[in-house]
């Protein structure tokens, strides 16, 4: 049994990399190299699979996934410049797929080995990723 | 091939054990063990695995599982309190876990054996499961 | 310039006239009158409509709206029996329409004078309803 | 890690069997079957598994994938009649799950053997089908 | 207040003038007149504006207004050809303007005086037209 | 008759006003006042009022209203920052309100006298604001 709770958090970001100029950058990433940034409302799927508990009838309780969501994930990046204010990217291009990848491995230890995790992002209503590990 | 019928119905319920107290209750289940009930627009979505049937180009006639959930799901669970109207949650408590187990039991036996069913239960747009059985 | 938060709750309910028969609720509200009740995810849009303001560059803080939103309609509501658990539906039919009619009669003076007031609310993905006060 | 690019395009199509009567035909296909079409606006998503490029933080460009999608699918099937227009379905009918075994044959070629390639298509809100080839 | 229930049909239509050259359509409609049609999943929302009844809390009954709309606009128009199977457009362009200016003198004079009217019709997620009588 | 276009555009912004305090700055705007931006994908529905035009069944052609709405807003705004790149917002606050009237008057004047003009603009699934003119 899957369950799955959708939250919401709004970054800017934007990809380029230092070690190439401005040229091969706007060849390679387009408009998202823009120096000054963009952003989105990102829109974030993490789904749990597990058993169901005979007690509470909940593989878990999405009130807790909700709130490891928003200290894990939300409290980090909502409104925040992934580029510039996160750790995270500071090595690595804040793409779609990189944000998923960073986002499961936040997320995964948090939670109980006996639960897989998979996670999926909305960068725009039309870019979509999923990342389930390796 | 999967195809998907996406389908809903509107119904009341409450999650509880009658052996906690109110206190117990209202600690795992918050606002949902609230006495009187609450409810939700369940969005239910169908979906079946099989070959495509090389005479009419479809894996089940979508008109057919549309009437197929609607006789075995809706009827029974539309516009009804899950805890007093539906023997199926008597012994078993109606979370969204739980409602997707029924439901796939249900479905299961009136499909072909060569199908595969699993089902996605929307219980509000940030809450969701899927099963697709053991 | 129009601004709005669109906020949701969930809610139990049921249409019938204590003065009329079963047969007659029934003939009626149909399955909106079954005895146990059933529920539905609210969808509501708070709109407010007024002057820019020149320092803030809002006609008034979201935040302070949903925060409104949340004291006085989800407190109230969400994860009620309007029939049994809201006095403002004791002696009115807990229909959409008279829930938007009261929702917009307990915003409406929390608000300055200076804002017009409409509310949209779904009960359903296919029923809506808007109430602008008189 | 899989990626999508959310793509839509609008088409006419009917579905019915030269073969049979044309009460056959309704009995089968229902209103699908009337002789002067009908249409639908088809969603398709198109699902890309691969591995993160560490250069570019992709699994594959969207961008790129988005032309792909218009240059293969849309071009050839936006605002056509799938069934008079199309050489893809002058043998086949274009029931969603034979327009989505289509489509993924167009699009397979065209990507590198090291990707996995899955399309899911909406014909209608309720009406939705996946393909991941054999 | 106002209320609105929400339907969709699927059809085919062509946008063109028999008076004009295909070169003279084609600057003007565009893709919209390739001679063998394409489709549209139509999404209608019907409002009516009124007051509210005191006995039953509804403006209009919702399930009255479904039927009505399924009688009057469904059975014509969903699964059919615009242009070839509906005497509507025999003289008149299926634009989505002209669709729901039809629409709207359908429904007009089955409802009661007492009551406004407007309709909003989707052609496809980004194009919309409303209408709400002279 | 009114027909409406929609359109989305992803840009990063922040709100603050730099006469005040930090602290005042967070006071009013919160998050929002970061100073290193946070973005947002903002959908823009573009509404013409007008009347329809007997020969094609358009108040205006979409296709055309599109490409306005592409030269004059995506152009512009898509993929920047809209405190560093945008003159528009040099001496105003790129809030939602003043985005949304700020783009009413970039497209007034391309637009026949004969149409009136609204925009509604998302700035996430939960704020929207609506502006027509004076």
């Known amino acids: 049994m899957k369950v799955c709770r959708r939250e919401t958090f709004n970054a800017a970001h934007r990809l380029y990399d230092a070690r ?3 040229e ?3 060849e390679v990433f387009g408009k998202c190299s823009n120096p ?3 952003g ?9 699979d597990g058993p169901i508990d005979a007690d509470t ?3 878990i309780d999405l009130k807790m996934l909700k709130h490891l ?9 909502d409104h925040r410049n992934l580029n510039l204010d996160c750790p995270e990217f500071k ?8 944000i998923a990848y960073v986002i499961w491995h936040l997320l995964r230890p948090k939670l109980d080995a006996k639960y897989q995790l998979s996670v999926r992002l909305w960068e725009t209503e039309n870019n979509i990723v999923e990342y ?3």
């Open 69 to 77: 969501i928003r200290d894990e994930i939300s409290e980090r990046f």
């Open 57 to 59: 009838g909940y593989v």
């Open 40 to 48: 989105h409302n990102y829109v974030l799927e993490t789904w749990v």
């Open 132 to 134: 389930a590990g390796i």
């Open 91 to 98: 090595d690595l291009k804040p793409s779609a797929e990189n």
């Open 36 to 38: 000054n940034f963009h």
């Open 24 to 26: 091969k950058n706007f």
């Open 20 to 22: 190439w100029s401005d």
